[in-house]
């Protein structure tokens, strides 16, 4: 018996994925837009393909209904019921991923037999720390689930927000929807990601007892271990870290760095006392931009 005739990832993310035929959909916040945009391809499975010809895009420019599910099927090639069996269940997944804050929730892959019937296979959820304080429910799984795991672990966050790519491009943010964002504009701009790391908010409380800027440093250090790697992006949203601090970190391992090969450093830096990091690095090969969107489009000029 044919089990189903295609398969999809569904995901929302401050982003939502939806993919047919091992294809992929993800729901993102677009921060230009200050909009979810829902984001669909014929690719997806374990092997994420963020190319943008493929990929399907559909903004949620109001409350969210089964309207943006279903334009976002038609456009990826759905059918008949599977149309209304998926779109029931994105509208669930975006439910769950506002009511309880998440910055991810995932069914990957979603099957489809033939007579329309969907079929969860596997999935996951990402919680927002930061707002762990509003759900205790959350609270108490994420800590139940991390007492004997490696997430006690200070360099915990590079086994699960790293994630290897086959560009040339490393991103490097702190916060899911910042990371998530920036590596969307990379895609958008026909840019070829390496890897990108998430390294946390500033006072994530799995990261607390290790600063940001400890946690750049090790983070620097593992998305450039990449030997394809040649352009790293940097955009990190700053309020209680010293930007000295930062700027005094990325000047240390890019000038260590420099000595084995040579990489193109792009920082976006955004906080309050940000200014100072123009003048730190005017005598460094690091370039400084305030505009996301020059970032983004240097740093993929940089790769060709």
């Known amino acids: 018996m044919k089990i189903c005739e295609c398969a999809f990832c569904l995901a929302l993310l401050n982003k939502f994925f939806l993919s047919p035929c091992f294809a992929k959909t993800p729901i993102l916040l677009d921060r230009s837009a200050r909009r979810p945009v829902l984001l669909g391809s014929p690719y997806g499975g374990v092997e994420v393909n963020f190319d943008r010809d493929t990929m399907q895009r559909v903004v949620v420019k109001e409350d969210f209904s089964p309207f943006y599910a279903r334009r976002l099927a038609l456009k990826m090639g759905l059918r008949g019921e599977a149309i209304e069996a998926v779109s029931a269940i994105v509208e669930n997944m975006y439910q769950l991923f506002v009511q309880k804050d998440l910055d991810l929730v995932e069914i990957n892959p979603l099957g489809i037999r033939d007579t329309g019937e969907v079929m969860a296979l596997d999935g996951k959820i990402t919680v927002n720390d930061e707002a762990l304080s509003r759900h205790e429910d959350l ?166």
Not at 168 to 193: F, W
Not at 267 to 282: E, L, M, N, T
């Open 139 to 304: 609270a108490r799984l994420v800590h139940e689930s991390h007492l004997d795991s490696e997430l006690s672990s200070e360099t915990a966050f590079l086994n699960t927000e790293y994630v290897s790519l086959d560009g040339n491009i490393a991103i490097v943010c702190n916060g899911a929807g910042l990371t998530m964002s920036t590596l969307d504009l990379v895609c958008q701009a026909k840019g070829k990601p390496a890897n990108f790391l998430n390294l946390g908010s500033e006072l994530c409380w799995r990261e607390a007892k290790l600063p940001l800027q400890e946690r750049l440093k090790i983070g620097l250090e593992r998305v450039t271990k990449a030997s394809r790697v040649n352009v790293v992006l940097v955009n990190l949203i700053l309020g209680v870290t010293s930007c000295e601090d930062i700027v005094e970190t990325l000047i240390e391992v890019a000038e260590r760095k420099q000595s084995d090969r040579t990489y193109r450093w792009i920082v976006r830096p955004i906080g309050s006392d940000c200014d100072i990091a123009q003048k730190a690095f005017a005598d460094t090969d690091i370039t400084v931009l305030e505009n996301l969107d020059e970032a983004v489009a240097l740093a993929v000029k940089a790769n060709k």
